[in-house]
Structure formats: C-alpha cells, structure tokens
C-alpha cells in the first residue's frame, strides 16, 4: 500500500514570511495529491490539490508542486497571516486508496 | 448546497460497550468514507463506499468494528464492544468523484 511521509510536524513562522511543508510517497500509481487544513476542533478542509499530470498549481498565497520522479510534493504558503495557524495535512491516492500525511502543526506568529 | 451531516457529534462510553456512529452525505455523492482521527495524527481510512457497495475496508478492524450504507445515502459505523485505543475522532466524508473530498465535522468518542 501506499505510505506517505510528511514534514516538518511542527513548523513555526514569523507572519509575513513563506512556509513550506513537504510529503513523500511510495506509490508510483498514485495520481491525485491535496491538502487540506485542520482548524482546533474543526473538521479537514481542502485548500489545495494537484493531479499527477501537472507540475505546480497556484491558487492566491498557496501553491503545490509535484515531482513525480522523486515522489514528493510540497505545500508553499507565502505572506502567511496568523489566521494560517493550523494543522495541515498531505495526502496521496491511486484510486481506491487515500492516505494522509500526519500532519504539520504551522504557527504564525505575529 | 449542505455539507456533510454527522451525529451524534460527542460521546462517552465505558470499554466493552457498542456506539454507532450516523453519516449523512452531500447529495448526489456516490462515494462515502469513514476515517479514524487519533488525537495529533492523520486520518486514518477505516472504510470507502460506492453508492451501496465496500470499496475497500482493509484498515477496518472487523471483528469490532462494521459499517453499512443500505440505500448508498445514509451510512452507519458501529463499534461493538469498544476498547481504550478507540477513542478518536470518527470522521464522515463524501465525494463527488472519488478525489475531492468534504468531510464532516465528525463524532468525537471517549471511552472510559
């Protein structure tokens, strides 16, 4: 099965400034990769997503980039604002399969 | 449109005891799975169905743990008895396509 990697688990900012968190995964088939945001208590929202059939995604202050030869991707926040304080969560899947990451715990600090 | 319903959203019961946890999908989404969220971890996929038929349940931990969607609308997790490590955050999500999907705001369980 697939196994997805995720890093950094905690990763502290100071506001303004970019951050990145990346993920690995094992299997090759795999073609969709998203992300989602977990606020305290709330459930996984998806902020982003990226098909194997595509490099990069840009969507406002957040981008995704995917390298499909060496299996990873990462998550690019930039100008981060405290409000992106959260948890963040990669995830692969091949078709039948989803399997996340787990999880990076961002901070912004004002 | 509404989101993704689950009920109930706390509950607290005592090892060896049954809890069944309720999912209501987005209209119209064919595709419907159940995670496991333990406390500062990912989720886990427990089960995935397709309308009415299990895509796959390999990470269901069946000799406790059962899920059904009779009519491909509505879904229930059961678990039955329940131990300790079960206490997590039950997770309901729905998707149109098989990739994007909208989750629920989930069934947090404690057991004592």
């Known amino acids: 099965g697939e196994n997805v990697e995720q890093h950094p688990s905690t990763l502290s900012v100071q506001e303004g400034d970019s951050a990145v968190i990346k993920c690995t995964y094992s299997?090759?088939?795999?073609?969709?990769f998203p992300w989602y945001k977990q606020e305290l208590g709330k459930r996984p929202q998806l902020i982003i997503d990226?098909?194997?059939?595509?490099g990069e995604k840009k969507d406002q202050r957040i981008a995704v980039t995917l390298n499909k030869t060496a299996k990873h991707f990462s998550l690019h926040i930039t100008e981060t604002q405290p409000e992106d304080s959260a948890v963040y969560f990669c995830?692969?899947?091949?078709?039948?399969?989803?399997?996340f990451g787990t999880g990076t715990s961002l901070t912004v600090i004002p | 449109e509404a989101g993704v319903a689950q009920s109930p959203r706390y509950k607290i019961i005592e090892k060896r005891q049954s809890v069944a946890f309720w999912c209501n999908p987005i209209?119209?989404?064919?595709?419907l799975y159940w995670y496991q969220q333990i406390l500062g971890q990912g989720p886990k996929l427990l089960i995935q169905?397709?309308?009415?038929?299990?895509?796959?349940d390999s990470q269901l931990p069946k000799d406790r743990f059962s899920a059904e969607r009779l009519k491909g609308v509505d879904s229930t997790l059961k678990i039955q008895p329940a131990k300790l490590e079960d206490s997590a955050v039950y997770l309901c999500?729905?998707?149109?396509?098989?990739?994007?999907?909208?989750f629920g705001p989930g069934t947090r369980l404690t057991v004592l």
């Open positions: 999500a729905s998707s149109p396509d098989g990739n994007e999907q909208f």
């Open positions: 299997d090759s088939a795999s073609n969709y």
């Open positions: 990226i098909r194997s059939n595509v």
């Open positions: 995830a692969a899947t091949g078709g039948n399969q989803f399997y």
């Open positions: 209209s119209g989404h064919a595709t």
């Open positions: 169905f397709q309308n009415n038929g299990v895509v796959d």
